[in-house]
């Protein structure tokens, strides 16, 4: 089993190394200087190696230092009289959710692929290297960034940190054990059902905001239920130790999703793309009389993937609702959140760019565009032309700002309400506040169209592979989190809002128009 870790480290070393000189060979500046020679250069290999393997490490302990100090950051920020209550309360919470959303046995992936199908191990020796690799590296993160966040900065407890850090292995493993048993008997991983799942995800996601009440389990009962999941996590590492059909397991999951995909969301969504296609789904006619050309094929598309396009945005307002529920109860009953409320809603409005920024499904739609029709349309020159293109955007537009439509108006009527509930009000500042939300809807449902298709990033195979498209999507959040503090009134930021969709709107036809025929295609 050491020497089957040993492999599969090894493996993964090589193919982030080898991954990694990939993009760079892909980089303009360096196109030219690197050939395919740069595989077979060991000195280069080390280097990128040693250089990959510090990134990781450090990425991984950021993340998990990010995860914490976020949870840090709202309980100060919310609940200063008791930070060390709510942020074990709230943390409690997001690992029991962990427990059903972070499980990595069953997932599949190309380094997987590549030990289990391409290298040929042994299908029991690899599960067993991987179930301890996980839990080693999560026991390390978890206690180190414990130590800083828990043990320094709220003052717990050694006893304590070390409770918390194994009830989060422990879901870890009992997560694990559940999902298997799921997948044996549903035949399907638990959470590409999406019932199942977002009911889980939004009662326990709800659970976290108790402490608005205020009511905050106390750490005793916490250490209560430590004890038993920890005890059922030894029973389920036991149970997990005796599984020998791990290999039998992983392929029959490769047979339902694209073997060669590095992300379980990406697998299901091209198994969405077949199951669409086997099902006979009847279009009104009414829904197509009428319409013809881009229109007509535009409608077909929307109406053929309606429940795909639709799912994720359902989801957000949802979610966004029994947020926006438990801010008016807040609102009423407790006049230092309300106060607070108020100030954001009058005089810092900007806020809302970063959360637009995350609720809108422009980079979904995009995907889905991919993956149901362009990936294949591509394939045919008419489909690039000019005059094409900008027809089909215009028709595009309009059906991702119609699907962004629908947690944009729960936002502005949320707003709307919560400024009803302040002490001064007028009907301008709430039709302006619902304009400007609405505006900021627009602008990403235009900006992610236009870099969809100035940056094109799937190949053939429905893979990612373009990084521009990436270092688009980053660019766009830092700047929407710098100007989430400006201070503006409502008035003023709709009409800023308002002028900046209208040119970007333009700017984006002429884009489309002029550069989307070069740069929209396969890679």
């Known amino acids: ?105 069953l997932n599949t992936g190309k380094k997987k692929y590549f030990s289990l199908i391409v290298f040929q191990m042994d299908g029991t020796k690899f599960f067993r290297a991987s179930l301890l690799w996980n839990i080693f590296t999560n026991i390390l993160l978890n206690s180190l960034v414990m130590y800083i966040i828990g043990y320094s900065l709220l003052k717990l407890s050694i006893v304590s940190c070390i409770f918390l850090v194994l009830f989060t292995i422990s879901c870890r493993i009992v997560g694990e054990k559940l999902n298997i048993m799921f997948y044996r008997k549903y035949h399907y991983i638990w959470y590409s059902n999406t019932t199942i ?33 920890i005890i059922m996590a030894i029973f389920s590492l036991i149970s997990l130790f005796q599984i020998d059909d791990y290999f039998y397991l992983y392929k029959q999951i490769q047979s339902h999703v694209n073997m060669m995909s590095s992300k379980n969301e990406d697998d299901y969504l091209r198994q969405i793309m077949v199951d669409v296609k086997e099902k006979d789904i009847k279009i009104d006619e009414k829904i197509l009389e009428q319409k013809k050309g881009y229109d007509l094929f535009n409608t077909i598309f929307f109406q053929r993937h309606r429940e795909i396009l639709m799912t994720s945005a359902k989801k957000y307002a949802f979610v966004l609702v029994a947020l926006y529920v438990c801010l ?28 637009m920024f995350f609720i809108n499904r422009g980079s979904i739609i995009t995907r889905a565009m991919f993956f149901n029709c362009d990936h294949a349309m591509l394939q045919y020159n008419f489909y690039r032309e000019p005059d094409v293109m900008l027809g089909l955007f215009k028709k595009r537009l309009v059906t991702v700002f119609f699907v962004n439509l629908i ?117």
């Open 1 to 105: 089993m050491i020497k089957c870790l040993y492999q599969t480290i090894k493996i993964d070393y090589y193919y982030s190394v080898n991954s990694f000189l990939y993009v760079l060979k892909k980089l303009p500046i360096l196109r030219d200087l690197f050939t395919n020679d740069i595989y077979q250069g060991k000195w280069i290999k080390n280097i990128t190696g040693v250089f990959g393997v510090i990134l990781s490490l450090l990425r991984a302990i950021c993340f998990k230092l990010l995860y914490y100090f976020v949870i840090y950051a709202i309980c100060t920020k919310f609940f200063p009289k008791n930070v060390a209550s709510s942020f074990t309360h709230i943390y409690f919470f997001l690992t029991i959710l962990g427990l059903f959303i972070n499980n990595k046995l």
């Open 197 to 229: 799942y977002f009911m889980i995800v939004g009662l326990l996601f709800g659970c976290c905001f108790t402490p608005f009440i205020p009511f905050m389990i106390p750490f005793e009962i916490i250490e209560i239920i430590s004890l038993f999941m």
């Open 328 to 355: 008016i109860y807040v609102s009423i009953h407790y006049s230092n959140y309300h106060n607070m409320i108020d100030q954001v809603l009058h005089y810092k409005l900007a806020f809302f760019i970063i959360i």
């Open 407 to 523: 947690p944009a108006c729960v936002v502005g009527l949320g707003n709307s309400i919560l400024l009803v509930l302040s002490s001064n009000w007028t009907i301008l500042e709430i039709v302006t506040t619902f304009l400007f939300i609405l505006s900021l809807s627009a602008f990403f449902s235009v900006h992610y169209l236009v870099i969809y298709y100035l940056l094109q990033p799937y190949n053939i195979q429905m893979e990612m592979k373009k990084i521009g498209y990436s270092i688009a999507t980053i660019v766009t959040y830092v700047i929407s989190f710098s100007l989430k503090d400006l201070v503006l009134s409502s008035f003023v930021l709709s009409i800023y809002g308002v002028v900046l969709v209208g040119i970007y709107i333009a700017l984006g036809l002429w884009l489309v128009y002029k550069i989307a025929p070069i740069t929209f295609k396969l890679n």
